[in-house]
Antibody, heavy 121, light 106 residues
Framework: QVQLVESGGGVVQPGRSLRLSCVASGFIFSEYAMHWVRQAPGKGLEWVAVIWYDGSNKYYLDSVKGRFAISRDNSKNTLFLQMNNLRADDTAVYYC??????????????WGQGTLVTVSS | DIQMTQSPSSLSASVGDRVTITCQAS??????LNWYQQKPGKAPKLLIY???NLEAGVPSRFSGSGFGTDFTFTISSLQPEDIATYYC?????????FGQGTRLEI
């Protein structure tokens, strides 16, 4: 069965960096676009970034452009989110999610369980 | 950015009730709209895609309709396991945005 397992969350001071990982199994990872979506405590869902199946295209939420970088290693079935210059308002549970499309956006049909990032001094 | 406005923000209903949630887009998104269910402490789950298509395994009491800017999500007969927050989401242009959510209580 499809599994997405995030890791790398934790408590970090403002201005520092963190790298999230999402290991995929149960499907051909290299055939799907992948997203990061976050959810601040008690708040709604906020899309963060997407990467095409082959890494050729990446798109970001404006508030994370220049600070976050999405990438993938198809040989290791792993999605990454490098988060630099973190701010308090980046505090959230970060979910990785699979899109049914390879290149493009259609719908997020599989989600991981999430990893919590807390930015605090 | 396209703003997605859900109504109501919260809703209390009884088992067996028909429940309707609306989602309005700030501009025409044709049929590029999905609905998700999120139970407390869990990841979101895709229920309906492209306005009205049921994801595999989703009970038929869930349905969706609409076009352009106005969309509706319906549970025909509310069940106890439907307690969750429901989100609409467009995918017309970047950034993808979600509605603020509708918390459903029994």
């Amino acid at each position: 069965q499809v599994q997405l397992v995030e890791s790398g969350g934790g408590v970090v001071q403002p201005g520092r960096s963190l790298r999230l990982s999402c290991v995929a199994s149960g499907f051909i990872f290299s055939e799907y676009a992948m997203h990061w979506v976050r959810q601040a405590p008690g708040k709604g869902l906020e899309w963060v970034a997407v990467i095409w199946y082959d890494g050729s295209n990446k798109y970001y939420l404006d508030s994370v452009k220049g600070r976050f970088a999405i990438s993938r290693d198809n040989s290791k079935n792993t999605l990454f989110l490098q988060m630099n210059n973190l701010r308090a308002d980046d505090t959230a549970v970060y979910y990785c999610a699979r899109d049914v499309a390879a290149g493009g956006i259609l719908r997020l049909d599989q989600w991981g369980q999430g990893t919590l990032v807390t930015v605090s001094s | 950015d396209i703003q997605m406005t859900q109504s109501p923000s919260s809703l209390s209903a009884s088992v067996g009730d028909r429940v309707t949630i609306t989602c309005q887009a700030s501009q025409d998104i044709i049929n590029y709209l999905n609905w998700y269910q999120q139970k407390p402490g869990k990841a979101p789950k895709l229920l309906i895609y492209d306005v009205s298509n049921l994801e595999a395994g989703v009970p038929s009491r869930f349905s969706g309709s609409g076009f352009g800017t106005d969309f509706t999500f319906t549970i025909s007969s509310l069940q106890p396991e439907d307690i969750a927050t429901y989100y609409c989401q467009h995918y017309d242009i970047f950034p993808i945005t979600f509605g603020q959510g509708t918390r459903l209580e029994i």
